[in-house]
């Protein structure tokens, strides 16, 4: 099938236009991310619909601007006498300080005249002006892509002309809380025009949970496993990040030109380490709050003071508001105070520049990159943190990385990560980079260097494609709720009394060891070595003859009862007398039959899709962390993976996960201690055991109840009811059994279980705080208590 045409429809075009006489234009690439993310695009016929950055009013002059841009795959928009207050006004001034948590300021020029809405009235003229220019190019098939805030009422407008227009509108900056954008006069007009689109898509899960968030508020519509629906329209919300395009950042570092002025530059920097901040002089970037921690860098640490430089690009953005202006006189203002108070007659330690740089230096600079320092107070992605870590050569430098940046949730695991409000903890990260070990930073650049090859910007706009043109995307969907998490308090519990377990082990008749496999009949694992993929789960060798032995004996029953998958436990048990009981007890088998399975006919799995793309996201993000999938579960482990990075992932991904496709489905959540478990509600070894103990019941030929229960394990709490299920006064719930419907036991005493206190263990590995009545440390005193077993057997 033939690509569809993509109309890449933004504000400003990749190029800026500037007359250079009546009918002849120079250009010159548009600052700021978007663009240079976007010209990345190779493998789709792309055109490019927006304004040149010029305004033009004769005929001629747009007649040969046309032209000329024509051959650059561009088409231009000449929004005239609203330009100002559509681009300066409502989209710079009112909607991205909102988004950005800024709240809107008053005013952007001192002109009574300018209200808000006569900024909104420029707002929709210049989205109008946007769809004529769209409807005069499109063509059947194509696909249209609005890209940012600029554009939030033309997808109504392509809609509204045309229903069956393939439309999407992608969001490059933050989307703020619904607290903060419900601000907005105009915000229910531009979410309604947004859900319009076929596909909506963020650069974070937190931005998609926001909108739609803001949607449910303030529209009133529903959020479900299939998007935002209103009046039977669905709109797909997804989450893609943009990246950049690697080979051009690794390709130009390596031209001669660019090695020259390595080498130069290294030169006039004299040997200083070098601190490099590249960003749009924007209120956003939090630019003098990075003169501030780098002054309380050289005012606590005296040593480096001379040796170390910061050298920021302010690239020049929006000139024509006074909130640019004052923040170009603040940066000015610490420049000259910070210098001043640390400058040498030989040095300064800052050097800013207000002005763009040409992109072969821009790569020498990133090249010999000591420390990038990235203090965004908000950022939608930071494509400056990728082009670094693309450029990194021998030496590799550091990457600072803002929490407020979209980047960070993606490179944060190859980062120092900071919050740019906090100035000390910005200056202690200045130092921890600047001390670090070469080992540890090479480490550190391995990750970033992996993910930022692997998600390039053309792989981002095929999963627009794909997403758009196809209807697979039910998975990516966010939905909102409210995060919760699950948690016991438990009684303590004693030490194991061995004794008695081998004394009622004798006296008893008809016992049923339930064990569990991982922590219980595995070696004892440390952290590091623990498994990768569960596949590599075996049993501890000095108990292989011991559990054939206590299998063969007829007067016991052992059922391992374990989340592991069927195959694993065919692996390591399918030679034993037992019954083995896979994920959870879903699947449960004798080893002398086949599995059968408990899945209820009902049971509704659809919420797995959503929570598994979930989980690959955050797998993708978190070096180390894995993914183990089955039936009816999921679970995302994370124990290789940097402590603290998981954590602070799991913490965003749980919310995602209540927010999203688990919102209104019946799944447990069980956070681990180093993993996210999600499952159909219900599965829970005990649960399962209700049915295991109807099983054995029904296929073991019992004259006398059981008298003996043992079960060990090394659970998670939500699976710690499988201690309480043999609790004595709980037992009601098993001899039930032997009187309920068809399948009840033929042969079987009045009761199937006669347990009292005395002849009853639950015992948890490694736990104090459980649900069991008893504990031992590890599974080395399981193989010993097994041991313990058969030797009474024999005896
Ligand atoms: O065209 P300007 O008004 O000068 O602004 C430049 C761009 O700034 C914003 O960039 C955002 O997009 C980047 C790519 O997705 C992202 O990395 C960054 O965090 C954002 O700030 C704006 O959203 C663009 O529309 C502008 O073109
Ligand atoms: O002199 C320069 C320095 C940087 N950049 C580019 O500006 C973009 C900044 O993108 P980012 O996503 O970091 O932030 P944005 O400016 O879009 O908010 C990056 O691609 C830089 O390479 C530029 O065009 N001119």
């Not at 663009?35 to 004769?58: M, N, Q, R, Y």
């Not at 607290?179 to 909506?200: F, G, I, N, Q």
């Not at 494609?465 to 009684?491: F, P, R, V, Y």
């Amino acid at each position: 099938m033939a690509r569809p045409r993509l109309l890449v429809v933004s504000m400003s075009l990749p190029v800026t236009a500037k007359r250079t006489g009546e009918e002849s234009w120079s250009f010159t690439m548009s600052p700021g991310g978007l663009v240079s993310a976007l010209l990345g695009l190779k493998e789709f016929e792309t055109k490019w619909i927006g304004w040149p950055g010029v305004d033009v009013h004769d005929a001629i002059g747009k007649k040969t601007l046309s032209i000329t841009l024509a051959e650059k795959g561009c088409i231009p928009v000449f929004l005239e006498e609203v330009c100002d207050q559509y681009y300066n006004g409502y989209c710079n001034n009112i909607l991205w300080p909102i988004f950005h948590y800024l709240g809107t300021p008053p005013e952007y020029r001192n002109d009574a005249t300018i209200t808000y809405q006569s900024q909104y009235e420029a707002y929709k003229k210049a989205n109008q002006i946007f769809f004529d220019v769209v409807k005069e190019h499109y063509e059947e098939g194509d696909v249209v892509w609005c890209h940012d805030y600029h554009v939030m009422l033309l997808p109504q407008y392509l809609k509204e002309y045309n229903s069956k227009m393939k439309v999407g509108w992608f969001l490059h900056t933050p989307f703020p809380s619904s607290e903060m954008y419900k601000t907005l006069p105009s915000r229910s007009d531009l979410l309604r025009s947004v859900l319009t689109a076929d596909l909506v898509g963020f650069h974070t899960y937190d931005f998609a949970r926001h909108f739609l968030n803001a949607c449910m508020c303030i529209l009133g519509v529903e959020a479900t496993s299939e998007g935002i629906v209103d009046q039977g329209k669905v709109t797909r919300v997804a989450v893609f990040p943009i990246g950049i395009e690697p080979e051009r950042f690794i390709n130009t570092s390596e031209l001669s030109e660019v090695v020259q002025y390595m080498k130069k530059f290294k030169n006039d920097f004299g040997g200083r380490k070098l601190i490099l901040g590249v960003d749009r002089l924007d209120t956003i970037k939090g630019i003098p709050q990075k003169y501030q921690a780098f002054e309380k860098f050289l005012e606590e640490n005296a040593e480096w003071r001379g040796k170390v430089m910061l050298l920021q690009i302010a690239v020049p953005t929006r000139n024509g508001i006074g909130e640019y202006q004052k923040i170009k006189d603040q940066c000015h203002y610490h420049v000259g105070r910070i210098n001043g108070r640390f400058g040498s007659i030989s040095s300064v330690p800052i050097i800013h520049l207000d002005c763009s740089i040409d992109f072969n230096q821009l790569c020498a600079l990133y090249a010999i990159t000591d420390v990038l320092l990235v203090t965004s107070l908000r950022d939608g992605m930071n494509l400056v943190s990728s082009e670094f870590i693309a450029c990194q050569k021998a030496e590799k430098g550091v990457l600072i990385l803002s929490e407020f940046a979209g980047a960070g949730q993606s490179l944060g695991a190859g980062a120092i990560l900071v919050n740019p409000w906090n100035i000390k903890e910005v200056s202690s990260a200045i130092g921890e980079a600047l001390n670090m070990s070469h080992e540890e930073k090479e480490r550190k650049h391995k990750i970033n260097f992996q993910y930022v090859k692997t998600h390039s910007t053309q792989q981002w706009a095929d999963d627009f494609m794909k997403l758009t043109l196809t209807n697979i995307l039910c998975s990516k969907l966010i939905e909102i709720t409210t995060s919760a998490e699950l948690g016991a308090g438990l009684a303590a519990t004693l030490e194991l009394p061995e004794h008695d377990v081998i004394q009622q082990y004798s006296k008893s008749n008809n016992r049923l060891l339930i064990l569990g496999f991982y922590g219980t009949l595995t070696q004892p694992m440390k952290n590091q070595e623990r498994r990768g993929d569960g596949m590599n789960l075996e049993l501890h060798p000095q108990l292989k003859e011991r559990l054939k032995e206590l299998c063969s004996d007829p007067k016991t029953t052992v059922v391992v009862l374990s989340r592991s998958e069927k195959c694993i436990l065919d692996k390591n048990f399918g030679e034993y007398n037992m019954w083995l009981a896979a994920e959870n007890g879903m699947f449960l088998r004798h080893t002398s039959g086949e599995w059968v399975t408990r899945i209820p006919e009902h049971m509704n799995l659809e919420w797995i899709d959503g929570v598994k793309h979930v989980f690959k996201y955050f797998t993708e993000r978190t070096p180390g962390s894995y993914l183990e999938t089955s039936e009816a579960s999921l679970v995302w482990n994370y124990e290789n993976a940097d402590a603290e990075f998981g954590r602070a992932q799991a913490r965003d991904m749980l919310q995602h996960l209540w927010a999203g496709p688990i919102s209104n489905a019946s799944v447990d959540v069980v956070r681990g201690g180093q993993s996210v478990e999600v499952h159909a509600v219900g599965v829970t070894k005990g649960s399962a055991m209700e049915r295991i103990l109807g099983e054995i019941v029904h296929n073991k030929s019992m004259a006398t109840p059981i008298d003996y229960v043992l079960c060990i394990g090394c659970f998670l709490g939500k699976d710690e009811d499988v201690y309480t299920f043999f609790e004595p006064e709980l037992t009601k719930k098993a001899k039930s059994l032997s009187s309920s419907g068809s399948d009840s036991p033929k042969k079987v005493s009045s009761t199937i279980v006669d347990l009292k206190g005395e002849n009853y263990f639950s015992v948890a590995i490694g736990q104090t705080h459980t649900k069991a009545r008893y504990f031992l440390d590890s599974s080395d005193d399981v193989v010993k208590l097994i041991g313990k077993l058969c030797t009474h057997n024999n005896a």
